[in-house]
């Protein structure tokens, strides 16, 4: 079975994970700071995806909805969501040096 787009993200599940992101004003709010702080696209990609994983529930670390949730995880492409992100919240004189000093 082959993983489609959704909504011009990579799936469902990075789609849906970025909505979450920018539609909860705290997370939204700390997102934005750490993207303005970001170097590095990887390094972004690495702190959401061990921030969240490190958010499961202790009460889900076992089982069915545990196996599902972390599966879903999985299929979340970071590295995409981070390079939004860093997008999103660098402004263009910025990109525009980087870009040129590379």
């Known amino acids: 079975m082959t993983r ?3 909504n011009g993200w990579t799936n469902y599940e990075t789609w849906v ?3 979450w992101l920018d539609n909860d004003e705290n997370s939204y709010r700390y997102w934005a700071c750490e993207a303005t702080r970001a170097k590095d696209t990887a390094i972004l990609a690495k702190q959401l995806e061990r921030e969240h994983e490190d958010a499961i529930p202790e009460n889900m670390t076992s089982g069915l909805y545990a196996d599902l949730l972390t599966s ?3 299929e979340v492409n970071w590295e995409e969501i981070a390079e ?4 999103e919240n660098h402004e263009p004189e ?3 040096q ?3 000093a590379a």
Do not use: C, G, W
């Open 94 to 96: 910025e990109q525009e």
């Open 98 to 100: 980087n870009t040129v």
């Open 4 to 6: 489609k787009e959704y």
């Open 84 to 87: 939004v992100l860093i997008e």
């Open 72 to 74: 879903a995880l999985s």
């Open 17 to 19: 994970t970025k909505l």
